[in-house]
């Protein structure tokens, strides 16, 4: 009994039937295929004409043998350049890029073919070296990162960590590396669409963190990536520079108003002891009373602008024309004059008590400096839309400009007699309410003076 072919089998038998001879035994015969019509003319030749057998010997077979010879040279020079070739990318293969392929005179098809081939290898070592040392300068960066950088295969185990995330978990990398997300406790972490801020308590630290998880792929496999950020240490540095700053202007405002006060109390009690009393004492007294009065009065104003930058409430917006409002700014301007420029319509949404407000401030500021340097120019208030369908609005006066100074956004800071240092922080804060933003800088088109811009967004 026979047994079945499979066809895998003949698929098997058909390839090695068909199967080609290799090419250098290829080169070998078609150059004795080249070479017999020429020897079996001249044999048929010699044989028509009787040749004799000296011939034969001495003339017919060298030239047979040497035209074997002629096709032997001839496999052999064809095959020496691809071994080299083959050589070559075998190197690059194994990403050996120091061996080069001899390119011989030009011009010519194996002239330019290994000249390509050794180009190749040089782009291919360069990308190496440039990929290597961008790899070392990612790992350099990890490292000295303070954030936790934790990087998780495709099956959710450890494959990366970075010092500051060992010392997070109060454990080295030996330890860690190769354990599951979940016996870490952050697969929980891991699945966050957007950066979040939380309060975590892990092994090594507690505090709130700045969690951001997001994928990457190496090798074709994804990867999964958490960024966990102490921001406790920050928090309590800002915090402690927050206060810093206000007992700091606190502390100067009440010696400012204490201090007369203390004065003014001790003569005035040096005056009731005095026996017997002048007789103008009590014009003295009142006089006492009244500058104890007016300091009271202005510690109370004090404290009164302060609690106005801390109880400034979330903004209503509401659709509004834009010259409409900068309209009405103008017209509550009567110690100056206020320009508009001839700018677009533009419709925004904010909140018009609070934008009117920043508004009117800043265009004061600007009149004010355009009276302290006896300027007769207006106070030109202009804007134009932004990229994003957002809006600029720009308040240019006349004046010295502003001081060089990192202080003009400090509370209670300012550069004018009289001022009261709120003003800008109070309109910084209105803009930044509204998502954007408020700066001041000195005219640049030649001319003196300063530039205020509000930048609200779409």
């Known amino acids: 009994m026979t047994e079945p072919v499979s066809d895998n089998d003949v698929k098997v038998s058909i390839a090695r039937g068909t199967r080609r001879w290799p090419y250098e035994r290829r080169m070998l015969a078609w150059t004795l295929l080249l070479t017999a019509p020429g020897l079996l003319l001249a044999a048929v030749t010699m044989l028509a004409v009787g040749a004799p057998l000296s011939v034969w010997v001495f003339g017919w077979l060298p030239a047979a043998g040497l035209c074997v010879l002629l096709a032997v040279v001839v496999r052999n020079k064809a095959g020496y350049p691809l071994r080299t070739l083959a050589n070559l990318v075998e190197s690059i293969r194994s990403e050996d890029y120091s061996l080069k392929g001899v390119t011989g005179p030009p011009p010519g098809a194996l002239h330019e073919l290994i000249s390509e081939i050794n180009a190749l290898s040089d782009d291919l070592r360069a990308r190496r070296f440039s990929g290597v040392e961008a790899e070392l300068l990612i790992a350099k960066i990890v490292e000295e990162l303070d954030a936790a950088v934790l990087a998780f295969d495709d099956d959710m185990d450890l494959s990366m960590v970075n010092p500051s995330g060992c010392a997070l978990f109060a454990a080295s990398p030996g330890d860690l590396l190769g354990r599951s997300a979940e016996s870490l406790g952050v697969l929980a972490l891991l699945e966050l669409h957007q950066p979040q801020v939380e309060q975590h308590t892990f092994p090594g630290r507690q505090g709130r963190f700045r969690i951001q998880a997001s994928t990457y792929r190496q090798s074709g496999k994804p990867q999964h990536l958490l960024v966990l950020t102490d921001l406790s240490l920050t928090l309590r540095q800002e915090e402690r520079l927050a206060w810093q700053r206000l007992i700091r202007v606190i502390g100067h405002e009440l010696n400012n108003s204490l201090a007369p006060i203390r004065s003014m109390a001790e003569s005035l009690a040096s005056l009731l002891e005095r026996d017997p009393r002048p007789d103008d004492w009590d014009v003295d007294a009142r006089a006492g009373l009244a500058v104890i009065k007016d300091r009271a009065q202005a510690l109370s104003s004090f404290m009164s602008r302060y609690a106005e ?61 355009n009276q302290a340097t006896s300027s007769d120019a207006p106070v030109v208030v202009s804007w134009r839309p932004t990229l994003g369908g957002g809006v600029e609005i720009k308040v240019t006066d006349s004046g010295r400009g502003i001081p060089e100074s990192d202080n003009l956004f400090t509370p209670f800071f300012t550069t004018k007699a009289g001022g009261s240092g709120v003003g800008l922080l109070l309109g910084r804060q209105i803009a930044e309410a509204h998502g954007g933003h408020l700066s001041l800088a000195n005219r640049t088109d030649g001319a003196r003076g300063c530039v205020a811009r509000v930048t609200l967004p779409a």
């Open 309 to 369: 930058l801390a109880r400034l409430p979330p903004p209503s917006k509401q659709p509004m024309n834009l010259r409409d409002l900068l309209g009405r700014v103008a017209a509550l301007e009567s110690g100056w004059s206020v320009q508009l420029d001839d700018c677009p319509d533009l419709s925004i949404e904010a909140d018009a008590a609070q934008l009117e407000q920043l508004l009117i401030n800043l265009v004061k500021n600007a009149g004010e400096a």
